[in-house]
């Protein structure tokens, strides 16, 4: 189990890429009243359904809102932006299930991490290098501007931030 203090999530991996031989992996999010989404986003390469278990949820898909509530589930198909929230003043509980697993665990690892050790500003996200990154790492990208134009920033980002780094040491 991980937690964000910043956004007020939590997750506990249910089944992870390396247990389904990167098929799939499998968490259960909960969320707190006042839990937010650091920042819409597009995983190019992953399809991620949410199952809503408890709760209610405002999940927007390609500028378009829908209202889930338990039992009910909605299919984020691949390249496709998405944000979500809880909804209601109310917590709640989500089964997450993104189509190949592709690691995304370390993703989430490194992202609350940083989060627990103050390293994200007031919207959850860290620094623009962190995010190029991860991004490129896990093939993540922001709702806007165009993908190919973000792949590019983020490799001139990282190549930076790696030589910058190595200069230090």
Same mark, same amino acid.
């Given at each position: ?7 007020? !999530?939590? +997750? ?10 990167? *098929?799939? *992996? ?8 006042? *839990? ?5 986003? +597009?995983?190019?390469?992953? !399809? !991620? ?14 500028? !378009? ?5 338990? %039992? ?10 998405? *944000?979500?929230? @809880?909804?209601? %003043? ?5 089964? +997450? ?48 501007? @165009? ?23």
């Amino acid at each position: 189990m991980i937690e964000n203090p910043v956004t007020g !999530e939590r +997750i506990t991996f249910v089944r992870t890429s390396e247990q389904t031989g990167g *098929a799939l *992996a499998e968490l259960d999010l909960e969320l707190s009243p006042t *839990a937010f989404l650091a920042a819409e986003h +597009i995983h190019r390469s992953q !399809e !991620e359904k949410f199952q809503v278990l408890e709760g209610r949820i405002l999940l927007r898909c390609r500028g !378009e809102e829908s209202m889930c509530g338990p %039992g009910e589930t909605v299919v984020v198909p691949a390249g496709n932006p998405h *944000a979500w929230a @809880p909804h209601g %003043g109310a917590a709640a509980r989500v089964r +997450i299930t993104f189509t190949p697993g592709a690691g995304i665990e370390q993703f989430f690892d490194e992202f609350f991490r940083l989060a627990r050790e103050g390293r994200v500003n007031s919207k959850g996200m860290p620094s623009l290098p962190v995010t190029a990154r991860l991004g490129l790492a896990h093939d993540m990208y922001l709702a806007g501007p @165009p993908v190919p134009l973000q792949r590019a920033a983020f490799r001139v980002l990282a190549t930076t931030d790696r030589l910058l780094h190595r200069s230090d040491t």
